[in-house]
């Protein structure tokens, strides 16, 4: 079975801070997904990224950008010159065939002006 | 583009009453839906998940239940509502596959007294 932990239960930062959040997977599979998803306080989880088990080359769009480390089973996520609308609960998931998404409990950002 | 409606977004109903939450995805065909609970503060936990119409797969064994009527609507029912049901249940889709996106729709909040 798969299991995803994001430890960082709720994280405050002065706008412009960088941060970075946490995620951890476990997974017996060799071929895997991972994904990170925004849910702000509308309540709408929005798609930010998804990751093969292939593909270790970390990822930048904008201010946000991943690390991901198969060596240490991480998926990190880091926002760069963070701003007041990046305040939200981050969920980082996992996925080893189509139908089931291993979600973390989340990481929620207060972004303080 | 795909978009995916659920209603209604805000509902309160009393302990024992019959519940029937509604989602449908436009501008895709032959989709994989799925309903989850997220409790308040808490992680996203997969209920229902459906591969075509008529199929259902129940991740979780509790006094809900799901359908799909149509290619793309999928219907969170239960007959009569406990108090633990409370929540905000989430519909997402993908393209069938092996672990694609899955995007979601607004939220339904339930709170049942």
């Known amino acids: 079975a798969q299991k995803v932990t994001q430890a960082q239960t709720e994280i405050s930062v002065v706008e412009k801070e960088d941060v970075t959040l946490d995620c951890v997977y476990e997974t017996r599979d060799t071929t895997y997904y991972l994904f990170w998803y925004k849910q702000p306080p509308s309540g709408e989880l929005v798609f930010l990224i998804r990751?093969?088990?292939?593909?270790?080359q970390n990822e930048i769009s904008g201010r946000y950008s991943w690390n991901f480390q198969k060596s240490t089973s991480s998926f990190n996520f880091t926002i760069t010159a963070s701003q007041v609308v990046d305040s939200a609960v981050y969920f980082c998931a996992s996925s080893y065939n189509f139908n089931k998404f291993y979600f973390g409990s989340g990481t929620k950002l207060n972004v303080k002006p | 583009s795909q978009t995916i409606h659920q209603w209604p977004a805000t509902l309160v109903q009393p302990v024992g009453s019959p519940l029937s939450l509604e989602c449908t995805v436009e501008?895709?065909?032959?989709?994989?839906l799925y309903w989850y609970r997220q409790a308040a503060g808490r992680g996203l936990q997969l209920l229902f998940y459906?591969?075509?119409?008529?199929?259902i797969s129940s991740e979780v064994p509790q006094n809900l239940s799901a359908s799909r009527p149509q290619d793309r609507q999928f219907i969170l029912s239960s007959k009569k509502l406990l108090l633990s049901d409370s929540g905000f249940y989430l519909c997402?889709?993908?393209?069938?596959?092996?672990?694609?996106?899955?995007?979601f729709g607004p939220g339904t909040r339930l709170l049942v007294l």
């Open positions: 990751r093969n088990s292939f593909d270790e």
């Open positions: 997402a889709w993908s393209v069938p596959g092996r672990a694609e996106t899955q995007y």
């Open positions: 459906s591969v075509g119409i008529g199929q």
């Open positions: 501008g895709t065909s032959n989709p994989n």
